[in-house]
């Protein structure tokens, strides 16, 4: 019985993974999507993102299954409690990636948004693809010092979405007021994306260390 439950403790974490890659692929082609009004890759993104859904909720059963089957204590509790943590955040980055796919849908054949942002959007869209891909390694080697890199990411993408508003705000701004929504939304799908991520991986050194992780203000 105890191999067993091992077993399905390795495939809580295999789906994590699995989970986590297409969430992986679905940013990289959304942010591509909206930094170049590609509007296929945004309807690949917005079609796909069912996947994540269907993968999040097979994941939930089976974690739930183990919990009412095999009643884990201490360190196999942690896991199965934290897989369904970390689901729900890769679904939420999942949902997040599509928002930001639909804005490049709604706006093509013109750009999401006006030049003067363009480069600051870009360099938050390459921060999340870059999270995204350490939070799939970090998902498979539970290296603490891939979560710290996560965080680092996210501070400089936090220090962008300011920017952001920063520049809306500003006497200086040209844009028409769906500009500024646009903008507006989509620093903020940005960011919230980093942020979900930064929760997983202080979920991972939680179980990496037995150590809490302070959460963010």
């Known amino acids: 019985m105890r191999e067993v439950f091992q077993q399905e403790l390795r495939e ?17 082609n959304a942010t591509r999507a909206f930094n170049e009004s590609d509007v296929s890759l945004a309807e690949k993104v917005i079609a796909g993102d ?3 859904d269907s993968a999040a909720k097979s994941l939930d059963e089976l974690a739930i299954d183990i919990l009412a089957r095999q009643q884990p204590v201490a360190r196999d509790l942690r896991i199965v409690v934290s897989a369904l943590r970390i689901s729900a955040s890769l679904e939420r980055m999942g949902d997040l990636a599509e928002h930001i796919a639909q804005l490049a849908r709604y706006r093509f054949p013109e750009k999401v948004i006006p030049k003067s942002l363009r480069s600051t959007f870009h360099e938050m869209g390459t921060l999340d693809v870059a999270i995204a891909k350490k939070l799939t390694e970090l998902l498979k080697s539970e290296d603490v010092k ?3 890199e996560i965080r680092n990411e996210d501070d400089r993408i936090d220090e ?7 520049a809306v705000l500003g006497e200086t701004w040209k844009g028409a007021a769906v500009d500024t929504v646009d903008a507006t939304l989509a ?5 919230r994306f980093a942020d979900h991520a930064v929760t997983i991986a202080k979920n991972i050194q939680y179980l990496a260390t037995g150590n809490l992780v302070g959460s963010d203000s």
Do not use: G
């Not at 962008?160 to 920063?166: C, G």
């Open 160 to 166: 962008l979405h300011v920017s952001v508003f920063d």
């Open 146 to 148: 891939l979560a710290e």
């Open 187 to 191: 620093s903020r799908y940005h960011e």
């Open 50 to 52: 069912s996947r994540i």
């Open 12 to 28: 809580v974490q295999d789906r994590l993974v699995e989970m986590s890659t297409l969430v992986e692929f679905s940013i990289d």
